[in-house]
Every structure is written in structure tokens, then in C-alpha cells.
T-cell receptor
Framework: AQRVTQPEKLLSVFKGAPVELKCNYS??????LFWYVQYSRQRLQLLLR??SRESIKGFTADLNKGETSFHLKKPFAQEEDSAMYYC??????????FGKGTLLTVNP | NAGVTQTPKFRVLKTGQSMTLLCAQD?????MYWYRQDPGMGLRLIHY?????TTAKGEVPDGYNVSRLKKQNFLLGLESAAPSQTSVYFC???WGQGSAFFGQGTRLTVV
């Protein structure tokens, strides 16, 4: 079975502060890991894929297979980063599973 | 650039009524997914499809049926709606190795 755990439902930081959104996963094979973002009343959109190893909007995420984690980080949070963030895992059967999400609020 | 389109956007049903939600994608994606989004529960996978004519159960399939008769369409059916099925439903599609693209969501209320 595949599972994604996001331990924080809510995360609140001040503008300019570093932010880390945690994601842990459970999967027996080699998973694909993603971060999706949902701004208020909008559809989900891709933020990052672990395969591409790129930085989008200042966010980065590194896959740690030893700790089975894929935490999302940004060194300096901006108010426009306020949104719901979802970590997702796709297994070899192409089943795409999401965590429960973390609501990030960046205060001015 | 239509991408993934869901129909309808909003719907109110009475308990026991049936309805079908349509998801259409124009990107020739092989894989399609139906999720429900509830407060505090995140996105939960209802059913998914790895190709035309195939479907598979997700985490919460009970009370729902799906069909993928054409590659571009993935239909989600509720045979006898219940208040517990009040939710926002999202459809998504992807290639095998690519990221998923989402529809705008369908807000369903069952009274």
C-alpha cells in the first residue's frame, strides 16, 4: 500500500521567514513524488516533481529515500505563497495518492 | 488550451437521486483520476483509469461507479446519492511519467 503523510494541517509564518512543509511517504518500490499547490478557489497545479530537481517560485524539495521524506522548503516566504500544499506519490501502478494537505499562511 | 474540463461545475441533488460527472481532457493522456476533496481529509482517490476501457478502485470507491469508454472522457456516476457524498470532486489526467493536470472541480451538495 502507498501512503503520504503531511503531519501539519496548518503552518503560519511571517513574510521573509524560512518555511518547511513536511511530507513522509510509505511505498515499497521506487515512487515518484510531487508537490501540488492550490490557491484559494483554484484548481490544483503542479509545483515540483522530484525527478526534475528544479526550483519553482523559490521552492525546492529533496527526496530522502532513507528517511522516506520529500519536504518542501523555501528560504524566504512571501505573502503570495499562502495556499494549500499537497504532497503526492505515484507508484508503479500509476495510482496517484495525496496527503491531507498543509495550509500555509504567510503573515505580513 | 482547454486542458481538463469538468461538467457540471455545481450541482444540488436530493438524497437517492443519480447523476453523472463528466471529465474531458484534450491532451491525449493515458491516465485519468477522480478525487473528492473534503475539509481536513485532503484529496482521496475514488477511482482511476490507466487506459481506455480500464478502471481501478482507489481509496474510497463505495457508492461510485466509473467508465472510460473513450480515451478523452472519464465519467463518475452516483447511482443513489447520499449526504455523505457532499464534496468537491476533482478530475485529473496525466501521461505515464508526467505530472497530473486537474480540472476546476465540481461542487456537489446532496440534501
Amino acid at each position: 500500500a502507498q501512503r503520504v503523510t503531511q503531519p501539519e494541517k496548518l503552518l503560519s509564518v511571517f513574510k521573509g521567514a524560512p518555511v518547511e512543509l513536511k511530507c513522509n511517504y510509505s511505498y515499497s518500490g521506487s515512487p515518484e513524488l510531487f508537490w501540488y499547490v492550490q490557491y484559494s478557489r483554484q484548481r490544483l497545479q503542479l509545483l515540483l516533481r522530484h525527478i526534475s530537481r528544479e526550483s519553482i517560485k523559490g521552492f525546492t524539495a529533496d527526496l530522502n529515500k532513507g528517511e522516506t521524506s520529500f519536504h518542501l522548503k523555501k528560504p524566504f516566504a512571501q505573502e503570495e505563497d499562502s495556499a494549500m500544499y499537497y504532497c503526492a506519490l505515484r507508484g508503479s501502478n500509476y495510482k496517484l495518492t495525496f496527503g491531507k494537505g498543509t495550509l500555509l499562511t504567510v503573515n505580513p | 488550451n482547454a486542458g481538463v474540463t469538468q461538467t457540471p461545475k455545481f450541482r444540488v441533488l436530493k438524497t437517492g437521486q443519480s447523476m453523472t460527472l463528466l471529465c474531458a481532457q484534450d491532451m491525449n493522456h493515458e491516465y485519468m483520476y477522480w478525487y473528492r476533496q473534503d475539509p481536513g481529509m485532503g484529496l482521496r482517490l475514488i477511482h482511476y483509469s490507466v487506459g481506455e476501457g480500464t478502471t481501478a478502485k482507489g481509496e474510497v470507491p463505495d457508492g461510485y461507479n466509473v467508465s472510460r469508454l473513450k480515451k478523452q472522457n472519464f465519467l463518475l456516476g452516483l447511482e443513489s446519492a447520499a449526504p455523505s457524498q457532499t464534496s468537491v470532486y476533482f478530475c485529473a489526467s496525466s501521461w505515464g511519467q508526467g505530472s497530473a493536470f486537474f480540472g476546476q472541480g465540481t461542487r456537489l451538495t446532496v440534501v
